[in-house]
């Protein structure tokens, strides 16, 4: 194998379409060293993979001897080329200083790029090709997420022997805190924690999504939930999420985000404040409209207008009495106060406090299926007995938290697995509540139907059903709702009219719910693509003049760079939909 090397001062910057395996690079360590590597393999705008050499000159020079006999300092690194070598950004000085004709690494064949989300995991390999991958594989895997010249030199400095600077969770509580950093500021301090704790408190026992919420960073919240924190967390004065969203009443979409994820909205304070107390209690005219929709979506989740403040001696429904809040007092009167145990009681309002009791539990992660189980063997007639408030049985409540050994423990003992549910964060039968692949092919296994309609919005739908992958889009779960896609082209091959309809909703509620990561996998996949633009371009349901700007600015989040053209392409289209809409 030949080695050409050339003189440092010769290509201060290479475009990133000339780079090549092989290729031989430079670049400046500190004041007084140079390192040295070489790319073994790059995919333009997916991934150049590159090993960094065991050597240091106080010059940019190397000659062929040490390339030769060279050893990697650490493990190949996936490293941006566009920002490094093209563009110059983000400081360091990378410049490419020879080439090896027909480099091969010893380890080629070995190297995989780690893709997907869970429970849909994938590898590449350098040579471009993608395959399934179970998430061990996965996780061996290098990641698809390129590092830059700091990254690269916080790795080297473990092994140059130099105290190697970690950024910590209180580096994170910075990034949320500071009020001109954003989501990227936020991501990059996550992705240089080490073995980062999601549920790691401060001085006043607040989580990073009660910080997040208290200086509204909407999108940091989102990212937290997705992480699967701790929602029912209690501060020092016993407040959660919740009581935090409800004091200032600005955001809907996120209240309805962290009771989907499982928020209580019956945790008290240590002055016996219910998030729905904390609402009711603050008038706000700024505010007005979405404090109802708050209000109301508490009330959907269960939340109890009887439950007693003991600071003023008042229940939520006496408050909106007193303050002639008749629009609230309207929306609390829909709903039937949580009953306590009554032996007198008609079946379902008996077992209404053993319901409450098993639907915490569900929502604790440490409390195994086993557990659970072993309560509803207490009295197993409650397999049979429906929830009044939610018109749900217990089968159907195992199956948003992923619970798949209780529900069939459920199946075989009697449960009905085609009912229908009523539950506030999917309507429908269970297919809808499905968030694991395992967990949709059992339910298919049992013969529960996938439902064809289409229409998203109760108000407008005229069966009891969402489509479940209209239903993942609209939960931000991009894997099932590829999962979903594909099964449905598998079920429905013969109506194709059909099909057409069912991508074109879905990447719609894609579209509304806006969110940066749904996004970046719909542009990534080549099916899917064309309908976001197509929703882009002339897509109706939602209002140009204004969510033109919201979107752009969801966009400008995806960083990937091989992603640029088609980010540039969407935006120019909503910028012509708005001149449009003016």
């Known amino acids: 194998m030949s080695i050409k090397l050339w003189n440092w001062d010769k290509k201060p910057r290479t475009m990133q379409r000339y780079l090549k395996r092989g290729d031989i690079f430079c670049f400046v360590y500190d004041d007084n060293r140079y390192c040295f590597g070489r790319i ?87 040579r471009g090709n993608m395959t399934k991958a179970s998430k061990e594989e996965h996780d061996k895997s290098l990641p698809n997420i390129s590092i830059t010249d700091y990254t690269v030199k916080e790795l080297l400095k473990g092994f ?89 009443p600005i955001n809907v979409d996120l209240v309805e985000e962290v009771l989907k994820a499982g928020g209580d909205p019956n945790l008290q304070s240590k002055e016996n404040l219910s998030p729905l107390y904390e609402i009711v209690s603050r008038p706000n005219n700024k505010y007005a409209n979405e404090r109802y929709q708050i209000i109301e ?18 229940s939520s429904e006496k408050v909106v009495e007193i303050q002639a809040d008749l629009k609230a007092i309207a929306l609390l009167n829909q709903y039937e106060p949580i009953r306590t145990l009554d ?6 309002t008996r077992y209404l406090p053993i319901m409450d009791e098993i639907k915490i539990m569900l929502n604790e992660k440490e409390i195994t299926d086993e557990e659970i189980w072993k309560k509803i063997s207490e009295t197993p007639e409650i397999i049979k007995v429906r929830d009044k408030r939610s018109s749900n ?44 692949t395992e967990m949709a092919e059992w339910l298919l296994s049992l013969g529960v139907k996938v439902e064809k309609n289409l229409v998203q919005d109760p108000k407008e739908r005229t069966t009891p059903y969402v489509n479940p992958a209209v239903n993942a889009a609209s939960r931000n779960d991009a894997g099932m709702m590829r999962y979903w896609l594909t099964k449905e082209k598998e079920l429905f091959a013969d109506k194709p009219k059909y099909l057409e309809e069912l991508f074109e909703k879905t990447i719609s509620v894609a579209a509304k719910a806006n969110r940066n990561t749904l996004l970046e996998f719909i542009i990534r996949d080549e099916e899917l693509y064309p309908y976001l633009k197509k929703d882009y371009s002339d897509g109706t ?19 990937a760079e091989d992603l640029k053209p088609q980010v540039k392409e969407l935006t120019k289209i909503l910028t012509q939909r708005a001149k449009e809409a003016e």
């Open 160 to 248: 140059y022997g130099e105290k190697q600077v970690r950024k910590t969770v209180d580096d994170i509580r910075k990034a949320i805190g500071v009020v001109k950093y954003g989501l990227k500021e936020y991501l990059e301090a996550v992705d240089e924690v080490a073995d980062f704790d999601v549920n790691d408190l401060d001085k006043y026992n607040r989580n990073l999504l009660q910080l997040a919420i208290l200086d509204q960073k909407w999108d940091v919240a989102i990212d937290l939930i997705q992480r699967k924190i701790d929602v029912n967390n209690q501060d020092d004065k016993g407040r959660t999420a919740l009581h935090y969203l409800c004091a200032k």
């Open 393 to 436: 049985f217990l089968f159907m409540l195992t199956i948003p938290y992923g619970r798949i050994e209780l529900a069939k423990k459920l199946a075989e003992n009697g449960a009905d697995v085609q009912e229908e549910s009523t539950l506030p964060f999917y309507n429908g039968n269970a297919l809808n509540g499905a968030e694991t």
């Open 541 to 559: 349901g939602w209002n140009p003049k204004v969510s033109a700007k919201l979107r752009k600015q969801s966009l400008k989040l995806i960083e």
């Open 40 to 126: 073994i393999e790059i995919k333009p705008k997916r991934f150049c993979i590159a090993e960094i050499f065991d050597y240091t000159s106080e010059t940019p020079t190397i000659d062929e001897n040490t390339i030769e006999n060279a050893v990697r300092i650490i493990p190949p690194v996936n490293i941006n080329a566009y920002i490094l070598f093209d563009c110059k950004a983000m400081g360091g000085d990378w410049r490419i200083i020879g080439h090896q004709e027909d480099y091969y690494a010893p380890d080629y064949d070995e190297l995989f790029i780690g893709w997907g989300l869970e429970g849909d995991w994938k590898k590449e390999d350098l």
């Open 297 to 314: 979506l508490l009330l959907d989740y269960g939340g109890d207008k009887t439950l007693t403040c003991t600071k003023h001696g008042l």
């Open 343 to 348: 032996e007198n009681a008609d079946l379902e």
